[in-house]
T-cell receptor, first 114, second 113 residues
Framework: AQSVTQLDSHVSVSEGTPVLLRCNYSSSYSPSLFWYVQHPNKGLQLLLKYTSAATLVKGINGFEAEFKKSETSFHLTKPSAHMSDAAEYFCVVTPSGSARQLTFGSGTQLTVLP | DSGVTQTPKHLITATGQRVTLRCSPRSGDLSVYWYQQSLDQGLQFLIQYYNGEERAKGNILERFSAQQFPDLHSELNLSSLELGDSALYFC????????????FGQGTRLTVV
């Protein structure tokens, strides 16, 4: 069984300040982990993925995430928020090597204040 | 643009009716996945097809069914619709079973009135 917990349903930051979106996971297998972003009225876009290579993963638009097995966490960060980052972010887990069924977290709504 | 095309973008229909949602995967992708996004349940996996065959089933109701055709496009059929079926339905595709990167379409917003 696998699950994902996104610890904050809403996060507000000021433009130019750091972003931290928290995600904890549970998986019976060595998981693959992803962050997806959903802008209003848009589909889901892959930001970055972890598939058992480097634990620090760099994604698009300046985002990165660190896989910490001991803490079962995969937090998403960005050094400096931009207004265009305002969106909903989903942490996703899937067991590696199996028929893929992505398990989504409940989402974190990021608001960027001017 | 992910390369995954879903039609229609919006659909409004009455309770008890039946609708068909269509998905064209990225060129070359053999796997198609359907997901439902609703306010109360979040994003949930419904079903996966690989090269025309059903591969995995998630929380898909018996009133719902899907298929993948020889040209690899897929359809999700929803019947005896209820108000609670109102949701955003996403299709995703990936090259093969086990490849863990999915590319999502923009979704079909279904409203049941």
């Amino acid at each position: 069984a696998q699950s994902v917990t996104q610890l904050d349903s809403h996060v507000s930051v000021s433009e130019g300040t750091p972003v931290l979106l928290r995600c904890n996971y549970s998986s019976s297998y060595s998981p693959s982990l992803f962050w997806y972003v959903q802008h209003p009225n848009k589909g889901l876009q892959l930001l970055l993925k972890y598939t058992s290579a480097a634990t620090l993963v760099k994604g698009i638009n300046g985002f990165e995430a660190e896989f910490k097995k001991s803490e079962t966490s995969f937090h998403l960060t960005k050094p400096s928020a931009h207004m265009s980052d305002a969106a909903e972010y989903f942490c996703v887990v899937t067991p590696s090597g199996s028929a893929r069924q992505l398990t989504f977290g409940s989402g974190t709504q990021l608001t960027v204040l001017p | 643009d992910s390369g995954v095309t879903q039609t229609p973008k919006h659909l409004i229909t009455a309770t008890g009716q039946r609708v068909t949602l269509r998905c064209s995967p990225r060129s070359g992708d053999l796997s198609v996945y359907w997901y439902q996004q609703s306010l109360d349940q979040g994003l949930q996996f419904l079903i996966q097809y690989y090269n025309g065959e059903e591969r995995a089933k998630g929380n898909i109701l018996e009133r719902f069914s899907a298929q993948q055709f020889p040209d690899l496009h897929s359809e999700l059929n929803l019947s005896s619709l209820e108000l609670g079926d109102s949701a955003l339905y996403f299709c995703a595709s990936s090259p093969e079973v086990g490849n863990t990167e999915a590319f999502f379409g923009q979704g079909t917003r279904l409203t049941v009135v």
